[in-house]
């Protein structure tokens, strides 16, 4: 089955200042990469996502980079700011499955 | 939380007794999804479901049980014979046939606490 990493497990990042996530996965027919993004307590919530046919994808202050041949894909969030402090959740999908990373704590700090 | 409600938020139970957690979606679609969340890990798929009255094992499906008999309801009932059952629960729907794409959507989760 699909195996997908992430890292780093824990992010803190000055406000201001961008971060970056990266995830690995193993099954070549993996073809749809979404990152989610939870919050204390709550469920995560979709936040972009890319298709294996587009290398790039933005959206305001986040952009989502996919190398095929590499198998990694990357998050990446802009001008941070305190609520952008939560949990990230990498995965990976070929069919209705969703394989996720083990996921990246991101602190801003003030 | 996208029109997926799970209740209840918070659920305690006693070791041994059987437990089921409430999944219901408005989004009109098929398939519907169980996930277990535990303290530093990523989410782990228990059962999925793409249609009324089928569903999957996922990765994880030793001790838990569901159903699907209507589109709107997937619950899942947590047994006596899941070893480690305290968690966090999270159910999603997908439109099925979705082009590639398996945009899934989480409801707010019920915390299930065994002791």
């Known amino acids: 089955g699909e195996n997908v990493e992430q890292h780093p497990s824990t992010l803190s990042v000055q406000e201001g200042d961008s971060a970056v996530i990266k995830c690995t996965y193993s099954d070549s027919a993996s073809n749809y990469f979404p990152w989610y993004k939870q919050e204390l307590g709550k469920g995560p919530q979709l936040i972009i996502d890319i298709r294996s046919n587009v290398g790039e994808k933005k959206d305001q202050r986040i952009a989502v980079t996919l190398n095929k041949t590499a198998k990694h894909f990357s998050l990446h969030i802009t001008e941070t700011q305190p609520e952008d402090s939560a949990v990230y959740f990498c995965a990976a999908s070929s069919d209705y499955k969703l394989s996720f990373g083990a996921g990246t704590t991101v602190t801003v700090r003030a | 939380d996208g029109g997926i409600t799970q209740s209840p938020k918070y659920l305690f139970r006693k070791e041994g007794q059987n437990v089921t957690l409430s999944c219901e979606q408005n989004l009109n679609h098929d398939a519907m999804y169980w996930y277990r969340q535990d303290p530093g890990q990523g989410l782990r798929l228990i059962y999925y479901s793409q249609i009324v009255n089928d569903f999957q094992k996922g990765d994880i499906a030793e001790g838990y049980s569901v159903s699907r008999e209507k589109k709107e309801s997937f619950p899942l009932t947590v047994t006596s014979a899941q070893k480690n059952p305290t968690a966090f629960y999270l159910c999603?729907?997908?439109?099925?046939?979705?082009?590639?794409?398996?945009?899934?959507?989480f409801g707010p989760g019920t915390r299930l606490t065994v002791t």
């Open positions: 999603a729907s997908s439109r099925v046939g979705a082009g590639g794409r398996n945009e899934q959507y």
